[in-house]
């Protein structure tokens, strides 16, 4: 895995991925940013994100459910001073499908935090990781 970052201006940073994919991060305006993009601490939340959905997805489509949509709402916080590292995260995925069946979308959510989701488990070492979901039915 590759990925190259190229300073603009100010704050401001182009990533491209090394699958080619190209995202603008930038700073806020009190750091000589245009507040352009999101910052790299939330590329990492969001790309964690990504992460553990893709998983909870895959867990349950090969779980035969019928599931429609996956959306996975982050808080977290990170330590007061540098390097201000996350300190907490919490994970809310909102399921949607017909006659999901919790207990298979809990062992999806566990599944992904405990063995599949590799940026999570990352975090774990830093943070406390928790997770809770809401059915929603078609």
Same mark, same amino acid.
């Given at each position: 895995m590759q990925a190259r970052i190229k300073w603009k201006d100010g704050a401001s940073f182009l990533a491209k991925s090394g699958s080619g994919h190209t995202v603008l991060m930038d700073g806020p305006p009190d750091a000589g940013g245009k507040n352009s993009g999101p910052r790299p601490m939330e590329m990492l939340l969001m790309g964690t994100g990504g992460c553990a959905a893709f998983d909870v997805v895959m867990i349950l489509k090969k779980?035969?459910? !019928? +599931?429609? !949509?996956?959306?996975? /709402? +982050? /808080?977290a916080e990170r330590a007061p001073r540098e390097p201000k590292v996350f300190t907490r995260i919490h994970f809310h995925f909102i399921v949607t499908g017909k006659k999901l069946n919790a207990g298979q979308v809990e062992r999806a959510i566990s599944l992904s935090a405990e063995k599949y989701c590799s940026a999570s488990i990352m975090l774990a070492k830093t943070a406390e990781l928790t997770h809770d979901f809401e059915i929603v039915e078609e």
């Open positions: 779980g035969r459910q !019928d +599931i429609s !949509d996956c959306v996975v /709402e +982050i /808080e």
